[in-house]
């Protein structure tokens, strides 16, 4: 973490500065502390990589680390059967989406719980072991804003996940929805844009494994009871171990509106690719409208220039949608837009980290300007990405 970024609106925070410096301490040993066991882990699981991809791996390397067959032993098998009876047999009534890697249902356990079945498409290449690798990984996620994984099943070629079931759906079907919008007031939106905030920092620097996303997206973010958000659709993102927060891969997964532009252009993609989709989400949260197929009377710029050019003109306060005007707190309105501003910027560097987002959202303290920020439309994506293969990441088959 850059503490240069961090000091400029720390220091104009007085009231808040001794707690900050605190926390911000109180992270930083950790951080190195956890980077040091990290580095020791990735260290040891690069040189394995080298050696040998592929099966194996998942059984050989558990000595290297501290999991624990045990781990996996803890989150509980779901036989095919229950999964079937659950889902009135992968009844087409029961489907409620389409995920990463193959159809999701509902359905509802014996014991009446109701829960959000994954079922890996027969299309997706991915091999048992590597499932059971992803199982694994995302067995030890545990956050308030990660939808939470409650079993599995394998079964032959039936490879399954079972979610805990979110009742409000996702983000998106209330968001971009005319009469639905109505019920996500101001203290929602923030609450959301929190909470995701929350969850992602989690995703790169809190869990014992940094992850990457890949694919942040209103559709992607469900809502529970309470409107809080959960990420989901995170397991079969890329886990880094370690040093390496940017690599290159020639599968580019994601989504048009949300995807970065080295990620896009050059399949290049680090935590700062998570930070630029989170910043969109940001501004489409305010705005009411989506960042792909965005349009203007005035000007043919996408949801992000406009939001540059009201920014610059001191009317960011237009970009919040019409619906909010009795609810909103219009300083969090402005701090949220200046945010999503800095987290969309065309250069990496110029992007915060998820912490200092967190801490941006929750201080009072003067923002760094913002640049112009990346504004290219869906037309503008680029047919070929880099051909780059890297030597020691796991590929994840994840076409869509
Ligand atoms: C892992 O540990 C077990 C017992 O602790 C040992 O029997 C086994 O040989 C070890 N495997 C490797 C690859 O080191
Ligand atoms: C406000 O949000 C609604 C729902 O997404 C959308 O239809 C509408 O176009 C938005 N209003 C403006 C002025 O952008
Ligand atoms: C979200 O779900 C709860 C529980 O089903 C429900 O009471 C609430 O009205 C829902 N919220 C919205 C905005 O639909
Ligand atoms: C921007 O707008 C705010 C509130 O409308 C005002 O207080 C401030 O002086 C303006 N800043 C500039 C540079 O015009």
């Not at 066991?37 to 194996?56: D, I, L, P, Q, S």
């Not at 803890?74 to 990463?100: Q, V």
């Not at 759906?169 to 844009?193: A, N």
């Amino acid at each position: 973490m850059a503490a240069s970024e961090l000091a400029g609106f720390l220091n104009s925070s007085t009231n808040k500065k001794k707690g900050a410096l605190t926390i911000i301490l109180s992270i930083s040993s950790g951080m190195l502390l956890l980077s040091a066991v990290v580095y020791t882990c990735a260290t040891k699981k690069k040189r394995h990589h080298m050696k040998k991809r592929g099966n194996r791996e998942y059984d050989s390397e558990k000595n290297s680390t501290d999991f624990s067959t045990e781990d996996l032993d803890e989150l509980p098998f779901f036989s095919l059967n229950s999964i079937a009876k659950a889902t009135n047999g992968f009844s087409i009534n029961n489907k409620i989406g389409e995920g990463g890697f193959g159809p999701v249902y509902k359905g509802v356990l014996e014991d009446r719980q109701e829960v959000a079945v994954k079922r890996l498409s027969k299309t997706s290449h991915q091999g048992v072991d590597e499932f059971k690798n992803e199982v694994f990984y995302i067995a030890k996620l545990q956050h308030r804003n990660l939808v939470k994984l409650i079993g599995y099943c394998i079964h032959g070629n039936e490879m399954i996940l079972i979610y805990e079931y979110m009742v409000n759906g996702s983000l998106d079907s209330f968001l971009f929805d005319e009469t639905r919008s109505s019920m996500l007031d101001w203290p929602h939106r923030f609450g959301i844009i929190h909470g995701m905030a929350r969850g992602i920092l989690y995703l790169h620097q809190d869990s014992r494994l940094q992850i990457i996303h890949r694919d942040l997206k209103a559709g992607n973010i469900l809502l529970d009871e309470d409107m809080n958000p959960k990420i989901s659709d995170f397991g079969l993102a890329r886990k880094f171990v370690g040093f390496d927060t940017s690599a290159k891969t020639k599968k580019v997964v994601g989504t048009y509106g949300y995807i970065s532009p080295e990620y896009a252009m050059h399949g290049r993609f680090s935590t700062k690719s998570d930070v630029f989709s989170f910043g969109v989400l940001v501004l489409e949260i305010v705005s009411g409208r989506k960042n792909q197929g965005f349009s203007h009377k005035d000007h043919s710029d996408n949801l992000l220039g406009h939001t540059w050019r009201l920014f610059k003109e001191n009317k960011s306060i237009e970009l919040m949608n019409a619906s909010l005007r009795d609810s909103c707190v219009m300083s969090e309105v402005l701090r949220s837009i200046h945010v999503g501003l800095l987290c969309v910027q065309h250069n990496v560097e110029d992007r915060p980290t998820m912490l200092s987002v967190v801490l941006m959202l929750i201080s009072e303290g003067v923002l760094p300007q913002p640049k112009q920020p990346a504004f290219f439309t869906g037309e503008s994506y680029p047919e070929h990405y880099g051909k780059s293969s890297d030597e020691y990441m796991i590929t994840l088959p994840y076409a869509r």
